[in-house]
């Protein structure tokens, strides 16, 4: 398998049964022909994913409504659509026989009597509209009148809808004997509904549905429906890309999967296995050919062209024929190996029945060709024995395979509990954000992941920044966190582990992490085609929430933590500023010997007042000063706040220890002072700053002290 080509498969779905077997026929198809298989989830309306991987995808499979094959189409690379029909020939298309599947069933129930048949389904769907087109062909050709009354849409084909369905049949009186589900899984909501409202099937009412899901064998009562196999839609559109990307000539026309109608008891039937007529003797040789050609037809065809849909079918054939003439056959080992095949290529169990019936009814052939050649009642017996012990030991390991798939079935959904538990821990449960998010990603069966967020998204080359890799085993170096690659590029192939590079049935899964408003990014996983999620896609879908979620929380996390940056940041500048402006607005000024000037300009308010005594004690405390100059020759007018503030500072210094000079106490303001009743006993009073600093030089003078001059405030 090279990893420079690749087939690319776009879907708004890339889990659940349905998907899950035509991923398969798309991988087994691609792998022939060396290409690997990238599958893209895309909700319908979400086309843009096209650029995710765009530089690895030679060609698209398009599972996806018409109207969004336009995008592919124009993009330059091969296009096949799966099942739906583009309004154009520009692309081939494959589609299952929805037209003769669905005239089968009709006509079925016309068979049984009924002229009063519903039909529901959402008609938004090309394979539902095709359905219904032959529902009304089938009405017609039996002579049965349309009634528009008995059609019933439906906003989806899920089971949910199906409860919907017979929910409006109730409402409307129930005017029908008979229902056409457009879907198995629509099919099975009904049979639910119906249960509950005690209608009995197909008692009161006949229930046909159409796809063959594996739940439909087991429903009860079991579901006539008509069979399409998803692998072989899968492998023909995935070979016709192929054949595209070649060169080769490929109609563009429409290529129709074949349907088959299969009868269990839902619509008023009784199969049982059917039991051909004794074959007449013949040789041994003719009778096991005739048996390996039924049992290749029981098992149905393979989806690769060159393969038998059960190899061990030969096996089989030949224990029996040594069973028949006491030699030895295959080895034990052999044929456990050949019907755990049978089991894994044929879920059906009445078909798996078939396989016994007709094994046993081939060895008693056998045994009749061969009595008419001998005389030995003895030996008949013998080998009789040997027969009948050889179709009772297969129809065991028939029995033992099938339980066995069962009971690993029933292991891993068991453990799906504790998968939600743990998987709830690591991406729920870890409030810090920092934890792995893919930790989670082996106890699902799947090799590889990477998760990665969208790095400018809005670009017109979008990129993705790495969060997370996870992988298995020596796998090839995975990208470190934090790197950028292109969305076109992503993932890198050589970050594949080799279960996709060296013809592995893995295959890459792209997964867009989207909420409601917000494109958060993409995850990347590698799983098996036959992983056991495919029983149920709900439990990604609930895994991927979980994890947006969590990506959605560490964001908000990160985001809260930036703002408690920015908002610390601004609290510094405030702080500086504020210290700017509170010096400003209280300069103090150190002269030696222990004087400190403090010139004061402007009005003084209240709080002012109260940051001209904080700084003024602090500075006296802080450079033990003696003498305290305040200037107040800037400050306009005297009130009684002015007067208060002087006063409480110059209290204040004088309990440190510090003269107290006034500078700038004009008459006038001394008279306001006074007036306000503001004694100004024990301060000394200066007109000016010249005067006071000449009268505290001349004292120092006197006393022998150091001449006061300006120093470095620092």
């Given at each position: 398998?090279?990893?420079?080509?690749?087939?690319?498969?776009m879907?708004p779905?890339?889990?659940?049964?349905?998907f899950?077997?035509?991923?398969?026929?798309v991988?087994?198809?691609?792998?022939?022909?060396?290409?690997?298989?990238i599958?893209?989830?895309?909700?319908?309306?979400?086309?843009?994913?096209?650029?995710l991987?765009?530089?690895q995808?030679?060609?698209?499979?398009?599972?996806?409504?018409?109207?969004?094959?336009?995008?592919?189409?124009?993009?330059?690379?091969?296009?096949?659509?799966?099942s739906?029909?583009?309004?154009?020939?520009?692309?081939?298309?494959?589609?299952?026989?929805?037209?003769?599947?669905?005239?089968?069933?009709?006509?079925?129930?016309?068979?049984?009597g009924?002229?009063?048949?519903?039909?529901?389904?959402?008609?938004?769907?090309?394979?539902?509209?095709?359905?219904?087109?032959?529902?009304?062909?089938?009405?017609?050709?039996?002579?049965?009148?349309?009634?528009?009354a008995?059609?019933?849409?439906?906003?989806?084909?899920?089971?949910?809808s199906?409860?919907l369905?017979?929910?409006?049949?109730?409402?409307?009186?129930?005017?029908?004997?008979?229902?056409?589900?457009?879907?198995?899984q629509?099919?099975?909501?009904?049979?639910d509904?119906?249960?509950e409202?005690?209608?009995?099937?197909?008692?009161?009412?006949?229930?046909v549905?159409?796809?063959?899901?594996?739940?439909?064998?087991?429903?009860?009562?079991?579901?006539?429906?008509?069979?399409?196999?998803?692998?072989?839609?899968?492998?023909t559109?995935?070979?016709?890309?192929?054949d595209?990307?070649?060169?080769?000539?490929?109609?563009?026309?429409?290529?129709?999967?074949p349907?088959?109608?299969?009868?269990?008891?839902?619509?008023?039937?009784?199969?049982?296995?059917?039991?051909?007529?004794?074959?007449?003797?013949?040789?041994?040789?003719?009778?096991?050919?005739?048996?390996a050609r039924?049992?290749?037809?029981?098992?149905?065809?393979s989806?690769?062209?060159?393969?038998?849909?059960?190899?061990?079918?030969?096996?089989?054939?030949?224990?029996?024929?040594?069973?028949a003439?006491?030699?030895?056959?295959?080895a034990?080992?052999?044929?456990e190996?050949?019907?755990?095949?049978?089991?894994?290529?044929?879920?059906?169990?009445?078909?798996?029945?078939?396989?016994?019936?007709?094994?046993?009814?081939?060895?008693?052939?056998?045994?009749?060709?061969?009595?008419?050649?001998?005389?030995?009642?003895?030996?008949?017996?013998?080998?009789?024995?040997?027969?009948?012990?050889?179709?009772?030991?297969?129809?065991?390991?028939?029995?033992r395979?099938?339980?066995?798939?069962?009971?690993?079935?029933a292991?891993?959904?068991?453990?799906?509990?504790?998968?939600?538990?743990v998987?709830?821990?690591?991406?729920?449960?870890?409030?810090?954000?920092?934890?792995?998010?893919?930790?989670?990603?082996?106890?699902?069966?799947?090799?590889?992941?990477?998760?990665?967020?969208?790095?400018?998204?809005?670009?017109?080359?979008?990129?993705?920044r790495?969060?997370?890799?996870?992988?298995?085993?020596?796998?090839?170096?995975?990208?470190?966190?934090?790197?950028?690659?292109?969305?076109?590029?992503?993932p890198?192939?050589?970050?594949?582990?080799?279960?996709?590079?060296?013809?592995?049935?893995?295959?890459?899964?792209?997964?867009?992490?989207r909420?409601?408003?917000?494109?958060?990014?993409?995850?990347?996983?590698?799983?098996?085609?036959?992983?056991?999620?495919?029983?149920?896609?709900?439990?990604?879908?609930?895994?991927?929430?979980?994890?947006?979620?969590?990506?959605?929380?560490?964001?908000?996390?990160?985001?809260?933590?930036?703002?408690?940056?920015?908002t610390?940041?601004?609290?510094e500048?405030?702080?500086?500023?504020?210290?700017?402006?509170?010096r400003?607005?209280?300069?103090?000024?150190?002269?030696d010997?222990?004087v400190?000037?403090?010139?004061?300009?402007?009005?003084?308010?209240?709080?002012r007042?109260?940051?001209?005594?904080?700084?003024?004690?602090?500075?006296?405390?802080?450079?033990?000063?003696?003498?305290?100059?305040?200037?107040?020759?800037?400050?306009?007018?005297?009130?009684m706040?002015v007067?208060?503030?002087?006063?409480?500072?110059?209290?204040?210094?004088v309990?440190?220890?510090?003269?107290?000079?006034?500078?700038?106490?004009?008459?006038?303001?001394?008279?306001?002072?006074?007036?306000?009743?503001?004694?100004?006993?024990?301060?000394?009073?200066?007109?000016?700053?010249g005067?006071?600093l000449?009268?505290?030089?001349?004292?120092?003078?006197?006393?022998?002290?150091?001449?006061?001059?300006?120093?470095?405030?620092?």
């Open positions: 398998m090279s990893l420079d080509r690749a087939v690319g498969i879907c779905d890339i889990w659940g049964t349905y899950c077997e035509v991923l398969g026929g991988q087994s198809a691609a792998a022939r022909s060396g290409y690997r298989v599958a893209v989830k895309s909700p319908p309306g979400h086309v843009h994913e096209l650029g991987a765009r530089d995808i030679d060609g698209w499979i398009a599972l996806i409504d018409a109207a969004d094959i336009e995008r592919f189409l124009d993009d330059g690379r091969p296009v096949v659509a799966l739906t029909c583009p309004s154009d020939a520009r692309c081939p298309h494959v589609v299952p026989d929805n037209h003769g599947g669905a005239l089968a069933a009709v006509r079925h129930l016309i068979a049984h009924h002229a009063r048949i519903a039909f529901a389904g959402n008609m938004a769907h090309d394979d539902v509209k095709q359905r219904f087109r032959a529902y009304r062909d089938a009405l017609g050709e039996g002579g049965v009148p349309f009634d528009p008995l059609v019933i849409e439906l906003p989806s084909n899920e089971r949910e199906g409860r369905a017979v929910q409006r049949l109730f409402e409307a009186g129930m005017p029908c004997t008979a229902l056409f589900m457009a879907t198995d629509g099919a099975l909501g009904a049979l509904a119906l249960a409202a005690g209608v009995r099937v197909p008692e009161d009412l006949a229930l549905g159409f796809d063959d899901v594996e739940a439909a064998r087991y429903a009860s009562p079991p579901l006539t429906t008509v069979r399409q196999r998803f692998d072989s839609l899968g492998s559109a995935a070979q016709l890309l192929i595209l990307l070649a060169g080769r000539d490929v109609a563009s026309a429409g290529h129709v999967a349907t088959t109608l299969v009868v269990r008891r839902s619509c008023g039937c009784s199969p049982a296995p059917a039991q051909a007529e004794p074959a007449p003797p013949g040789s041994a040789a003719g009778e096991a050919g005739a048996l039924d049992l290749l037809a029981l098992a149905g065809p989806t690769a062209p060159d393969e038998a849909p059960w190899p061990g079918a030969a096996d089989v054939v030949a224990g029996l024929e040594a069973a003439q006491g030699r030895p056959g295959p034990a080992a052999a044929l190996r050949a019907w755990r095949e049978a089991v894994e290529q044929v879920p059906d169990v009445d078909l798996l029945l078939a396989m016994i019936d007709r094994l046993e009814r081939a060895g008693q052939a056998m045994l009749r060709g061969a009595g008419d050649a001998a005389a030995d009642d003895a030996s008949d017996a013998a080998a009789g024995e040997r027969v009948a012990a050889y179709v009772r030991e297969a129809r065991r390991e028939m029995v395979s099938r339980v066995a798939v069962e009971t690993a079935r292991d891993y959904l068991n453990g799906l509990l504790d998968i939600n538990l998987i709830r821990e690591t991406l729920l449960e870890d409030a810090g954000g920092g934890g792995s998010k893919l930790s989670w990603l082996s106890a699902v069966q799947m090799s590889w992941g990477c998760l990665a967020v969208w790095d400018a998204p809005g670009d017109a080359d979008p990129a993705l790495i969060v997370e890799s996870a992988c298995r085993g020596a796998e090839p170096a995975a990208p470190a966190a934090g790197a950028r690659v292109a969305a076109a590029q992503f890198r192939g050589d970050w594949l582990p080799t279960a996709v590079q060296h013809d592995g049935d893995h295959v890459i899964r792209l997964i867009p992490l909420s409601d408003d917000h494109d958060r990014g993409v995850l990347a996983v590698c799983a098996p085609v036959s992983s056991p999620l495919g029983l149920d896609h709900r439990d990604m879908a609930v895994w991927v929430a979980m994890l947006t979620a969590a990506l959605e929380r560490a964001s908000l996390i990160e985001s809260l933590v930036e703002q408690e940056r920015q610390r940041a601004a609290y500048r405030e702080r500086a500023l504020a210290d700017a402006v509170r400003l607005g209280c300069p103090v000024i150190p002269l010997g222990g400190l000037l403090v010139p004061l300009v402007g009005a003084i308010d209240l709080e007042a109260r940051q001209v005594l904080e700084v003024v004690l602090a500075e006296i405390s802080r450079q033990e000063a003696e003498v305290l100059l305040m200037d107040i020759t800037g400050v306009p007018f005297a009130d706040q007067a208060e503030s002087l006063m409480k500072t110059a209290r204040a210094a309990l440190l220890g510090a003269e107290v000079i006034v500078v700038g106490m004009r008459p006038q303001v001394a008279q306001g002072f006074t007036r306000l009743g503001v004694d100004l006993g024990g301060l000394t009073l200066h007109a000016t700053l005067r006071a000449s009268a505290l030089r001349h004292r120092r003078a006197t006393a022998g002290r150091t001449p006061i001059t300006l120093i470095d405030p620092k």
